[in-house]
Every structure is written in structure tokens, then in C-alpha cells.
């Protein structure tokens, strides 16, 4: 991992829309050594997916809810039937399993409470939980999917 991967990896991350010749640019390189050191980066796990990210708003999904779950049960065939119930629900877009206090968070987002109130309907259904509760998000401050990536120098 070089500055030019760096590079390459902030222009993708930062809008991965363009061309090889725009991203090339923005990375100060020529374009067929960007697109190899692109598909060395993929192929070394640097790169995930390269996705276009929607606009909640425009979609109609104007609520964020962090849930937070516990449960009494942690053996392998409860988390499966939990593992595999939250990831059928679209709405559910991020699921972490934590330590402290709660067992589970997830980030859930819908257009509003009564469509929220459905998702929770769903979701006690997956699996036997002992809690549930939620916090919702008045206001987004920041959201970003840029990662640091200053660690990588060492």
C-alpha cells in the first residue's frame, strides 16, 4: 500500500462514478496502472463493492431508529433464527452485535412511526428476545461512508 493506492482508494470512496481516466486523475496517475493497482486493491479485500448510495429522503424513509435488543439466549440456534430473521427485513440496514449492555443494535429506517411500528412487529417475531427498545434520530449531524485512511501509511 502506497500514496498512489491511498489516492486511488479516496477518489473511489469518495465517488467511484467516474471513469478509469477520472479517477485516474483525481489519483494523479495514468489510467492502466490505476486500473490494475484497482483490481489489486479488490483482490487484496481493500474494496468491498462499489455501490451508488440513495437518497433516504427521496425514497420516502424520513425515520431512523436505533434498536437496541437483548436477549437470554446465546447459543448457536437462536442466533442463527436471529441472524437469518433480521436479515429478511429490508429495512434493517445495519446490525451489530455488541458488548455492554445490549446484545444487538440495529439501524432501522422507514417513512414513519406506523411504518416503524410494522417493522417492530416483525422483528419480535424472528426470534425470542427479552428486550427492545429504540431512540430516534431527530436530526443526521454527519453520515459519511469515507473511511480514514491514514492508518494505512504505517
Not at 483525481?26 to 451508488?52: F, H, N
Not at 436505533?66 to 446465546?74: E, I, L, N, R, S
Not at 424472528?126 to 436530526?139: H, P, Q, Y
Request: with cysteine; net charge negative; aromatic share 6%.
Amino acid at each position: 500500500m502506497d500514496s498512489i493506492d491511498r489516492r486511488i482508494l479516496n477518489a473511489l470512496q469518495s465517488d467511484c462514478s467516474g471513469s478509469i481516466a477520472d479517477i485516474a486523475d483525481r489519483a494523479g496517475v495514468s489510467q492502466t496502472p490505476c486500473w490494475r493497482r484497482i483490481k489489486k486493491l479488490e483482490e487484496a479485500g481493500y474494496i468491498d463493492k462499489r455501490v451508488a448510495l440513495l437518497n433516504p429522503k427521496s425514497l420516502n424513509l424520513t425515520m431512523t431508529a436505533y434498536v437496541m435488543v437483548k436477549t437470554a439466549h446465546h447459543d448457536d440456534a437462536w442466533l442463527k433464527r436471529f441472524s437469518d430473521g433480521v436479515q429478511s427485513i429490508p429495512e434493517i440496514v445495519e446490525i451489530h452485535r455488541m458488548a455492554g449492555d445490549i446484545d444487538y443494535l440495529l439501524k432501522v429506517v422507514a417513512g414513519d412511526m406506523a411504518e416503524y411500528d410494522t417493522i417492530y412487529k416483525r422483528l419480535i417475531k424472528v426470534a425470542e428476545l427479552s428486550d427492545v427498545s429504540a431512540s430516534f434520530s431527530m436530526e443526521c449531524i454527519k453520515t459519511t461512508t469515507e473511511l480514514p485512511l491514514d492508518r494505512l501509511q504505517r
